[in-house]
């Protein structure tokens, strides 16, 4: 019997570790959510998702507050080998595109900078449990690679999801 051809339709929120670079280089926590659709068969399936996350910091030297906005969108492609018929290790790889824009505000200026897109790699992992076959609750870690030889600079997203399987 051949593997169904699966439409899944998910909301995606998460917590994520991102890279920031100003007043100097540093991580923050923030949450995101988004969405996901992904089209395929169980082994191989194409992946699209949109996520958005903002982010406050306040610098008391300098006086320095920061703001960003991240719109992002991220394409590749995924695979559910399965455990068991409720059970998978979702694995998944791509590439996402940032929007950012980036505002500063100091006490004798304001700034608003719209960066140009970034592209980076991701490869992620989780955990899959399908309830009444026709949904399927998630949780997962990704990392988003913004320089192979440098660790530090890299992103880290963990991940909930709840996916409605249509066949």
């Given at each position: 019997?051949?593997?169904?051809?699966?439409?899944?339709?998910?909301?995606?929120?998460?917590?994520?570790?991102?890279?920031?670079?100003?007043?100097?280089?540093?991580?923050?926590?923030r949450p995101y959510y988004g969405?996901?659709?992904?089209?395929?068969?169980?082994?191989f399936a194409l992946e699209?998702?949109?996520?958005?996350?903002?982010?406050?910091?306040f610098f008391p030297a300098p006086e320095l507050h920061t703001m960003?906005?991240?719109?992002?969108?991220?394409i590749g492609?995924?695979?559910?080998?399965?455990?068991s018929r409720f059970f998978a290790i979702p694995i998944r790889a791509g590439a996402r595109g940032v929007m950012n824009t980036h505002e500063e505000t100091r006490p004798d200026s304001k700034c608003k900078i719209r960066r140009p897109i970034k592209?980076?790699?991701?490869?992620?992992?989780?955990?899959?449990?399908?309830?009444?076959?026709?949904?399927v609750l998630s949780v997962g870690a990704t990392v988003i690679i913004n320089k192979f030889m440098d660790l530090s600079k890299n992103e880290?997203?963990?991940?909930?999801?709840?996916?409605?399987k249509f066949y």
């Open positions: 019997m051949a593997a169904p051809l699966l439409l899944y339709l998910e909301p995606v929120i998460g917590y994520e570790w991102a890279l920031k670079t100003v007043p100097g280089r540093h991580h923050v926590r969405g996901r659709l992904t089209f395929g068969f169980p082994v699209t998702e949109f996520t958005h996350a903002d982010d406050e910091e960003d906005n991240d719109n992002r969108i991220s492609l995924k695979s559910e080998p399965r455990l592209f980076s790699p991701y490869i992620g992992t989780g955990f899959s449990i399908t309830i009444l076959n026709k949904v880290y997203q963990l991940m909930t999801s709840m996916a409605l």
